[in-house]
């Protein structure tokens, strides 16, 4: 394993790695990046994507916290449909690992452009049709059936688009500015959050209870949008310059997936406790917490989506400056200090929320999920892809974030509300049972924070690593 904070050394042609020289590139320096106007659209074309996949991701989290439920899932029991409306949301995230290690081995062998427009046509006609489907009242038990089916295949697209952006950048910008380039994408998350929770906070002006009317169906027909101006734009999109190199020797992977499970078990382990603490928390504060506000402490619908809007704007801001950050003190030093950030904060930033005040809930939340949680966030658009090797690094990435996602993100909220609703049901702490699960709730903030900090010192620097080695940096 390469030390702590040096990047791990490039193979000069020729030389053994362990593994062979049929294995190495002929060409170990690193590879030339994109003009700068290619590389300007490039970052747009990739932020497009990253707004619309979160644009989709915060509609379908504030819809499931305020919406499905009585829409899809009615229940005499208070709360389960709640808890089944975050299984369908868990059912998004299930199944984004396979989307991810499909789409990932065709991103090695085909290459991240032709990925990258399938996956933003996938999701973008997923949540579109989401908003057509009839309720539970109009068609029974067809209703939440199509709207599983739909979260399923949007949850499949997904499961390479944030992969294939972090990839794209990470293989497409200079040398010394993979961090901050790599990271500009995840703004367009930010403005996908911002302008889902802005739509949200309108309709609820004035509308006391929006699953009642017909206006929860605008946000997601509104996908259509997002949909073609990113496939036009993605269409214009020049491969990336390690790809094209990998193409041009006649070095591509054939067996992509086969390849990574048998070498890049180590890093996707490390990947994966990376991972825990930044999915985990952004579902958790993204999603539970704005439920708890909302149906336990008794919040309004409108202070809860105003709380998620200001934690993306201070979000904008963290994610670019991570970006610096890992470009001047290394991907590691600085996750690692994002996540000691999320366990300091966590049993704070719950008792803030279990009191109820709506502009320290807003303050809360900006920390928590502005600033710690998408601080590791900004980071790890370079870290995980300079982790991997060349000929699977996509396969990789893919495998790492999305089945992450599953045990993380997904679980999270689902595991949450069912703890609310026992909590409730068992009257603990008298009338307000439900506001004492702050505390389960945030020990479980810290816990998924300890596994980043432990993982962090298991992976070597990878900052300035030759992207065209087809060695993994360990």
């Known amino acids: 394993m390469a030390s702590h904070g040096r990047p791990a050394p490039a193979v000069a042609p020729g030389a053994q790695a362990g593994r062979g020289n049929e294995h190495m590139l002929g060409r170990a320096s690193d590879h030339e990046g994109m003009s700068p106007a290619e590389l300007r659209r490039a970052t747009w074309t990739c932020s497009i994507g990253s707004a619309m996949e979160y644009y989709d991701f915060a509609l379908y989290s504030l819809a499931s916290a305020l919406v499905f439920g009585p829409l899809f899932f009615p229940s005499t029991v208070p709360f389960m449909g709640l808890v089944a409306s975050f299984a369908t949301y868990f059912l998004g995230f299930a199944v984004r690992p396979l989307g991810g290690i499909f789409f990932g081995a065709l991103g090695d062998r085909v290459g991240r452009k032709t990925v990258l427009l399938a996956t933003i046509t996938l999701m973008g006609l997923s949540s579109t049709a989401i908003g057509v489907i009839p309720t539970y009242q109009s068609i029974g038990v067809w209703a939440p059936i199509l709207l599983v089916l739909l979260r399923l295949l949007q949850g499949f697209g997904a499961g390479a688009e944030q992969a294939g952006v972090a990839i794209m950048m990470t293989e497409s910008a200079p040398v010394g500015r993979r961090g901050f380039y790599a ?122 989506t105003m ?159 030759d992207l065209l080695d087809d060695r993994d940096a360990f």
């Open 183 to 304: 990271a500009l994408p995840f703004l367009g998350i930010q403005v996908g959050t911002v302008v889902a929770g802005l739509v949200y906070f309108t309709m609820l002006v004035g509308v006391p209870n929006i699953a009642a009317t017909w206006l929860w169906r605008l946000p997601f027909l509104g996908s259509a949008i997002l949909l073609i101006t990113a496939v036009y734009m993605r269409m214009r999109l020049k491969e990336s310059p390690a790809f094209a190199r990998l193409r041009e020797e006649r070095h591509v992977e054939t067996t992509p997936i086969r390849e990574t499970l048998q070498t890049a078990w180590k890093p996707i382990l490390c990947g994966l406790g990376l991972r825990m603490a930044e999915n985990g928390s952004s579902s958790i504060y993204q999603v539970l917490a704005i439920s708890y506000l909302v149906h336990t402490v008794g919040m309004s619908g409108r202070w809860g």
């Open 307 to 465: 709380a998620l809007i200001g934690a993306a704007c201070v979000g904008a801001g963290t994610i670019p400056v991570a970006g610096i950050l890992s470009d001047r003190f290394g991907r590691v030093r600085v996750y690692r200090a994002f996540a000691i950030l999320q366990v300091v904060t966590a049993l704070p930033i719950w008792f803030v929320f279990s009191r109820g005040n709506p502009w320290l809930c807003l303050a809360a939340l900006s920390l928590g999920l502005g600033i710690a949680t998408w601080g590791m966030f900004g980071t790890q658009g370079a870290l995980l892809p300079e982790m991997f090797g060349a000929r699977h690094r996509y396969t990789a990435v893919s495998f790492t974030r999305e089945f992450s996602s599953v045990i993380a993100g997904g679980v999270s909220p689902m595991v949450g509300q069912f703890l609310i609703a026992m909590f409730v049901h068992f009257h603990v702490d008298g009338t307000d049972g439900g506001k004492i699960a702050w505390l389960p709730l945030s020990t479980y903030v810290v816990f998924l924070g300890i596994l980043a900090i432990i993982a962090t010192y298991f992976i070597p620097e990878t900052r300035g690593r």
